[in-house]
């Protein structure tokens, strides 16, 4: 009887410390996208200073992009569903795009995969995974619990 007792309740403990380590690694992200907005503040004054500086502007966008990409992740911790997954991965890809010189294959393969996560999000993606309601845990909708069932 012990050891049902205690195979239950592993996998509780085990997904409680899972979702307090979730929260501190959500409050490490917040703190490195406030050091890096701070950053990206600075870039654009020293990019203002500058002028016409090509360099400034380039990295002007590998910080805002980068600081833009860790908001996206930080979303993503937090809301736990596969659109905001889509947004990070399109947000990288973006940035890779953007910031980065790239040959034009790699060019060719980025657009490739922006347009599979555009056709996974318009044809693949399913809300109903999305509802808060839907508990993965037990494989079932919260709301059919709660209803009576019909007789």
Request: overall charge negative.
């Amino acid at each position: 009887m012990d050891s049902e007792l205690l195979k239950l309740r592993i996998p509780g403990i085990i997904y409680l410390i899972a979702l307090l380590l979730e929260v501190v690694v959500s409050i490490l992200v917040v703190g490195a996208i406030l050091i890096s907005l701070w950053a990206v503040l600075l870039d654009l004054g020293l990019m203002a200073g500058s002028g016409t500086d090509v360099n400034s502007l380039h990295e002007f966008l590998a910080t805002a992009f980068t600081v833009v990409i860790g908001i996206e992740f930080l979303k993503m911790l937090s809301r736990h569903n596969v659109s905001s997954c889509v947004e990070v991965l399109l947000f990288a890809i973006a940035r890779q795009m953007v910031v980065e010189h790239t040959s034009p294959v790699e060019n060719l393969l980025m657009v490739v995969a922006i347009a599979i996560l555009f056709a996974i999000r318009k044809y693949l993606f399913i809300p109903g995974l999305d509802d808060k309601k839907y508990q993965p845990h037990h494989g079932i909708h919260a709301a059919e619990e709660k209803q009576p069932a019909h007789k």
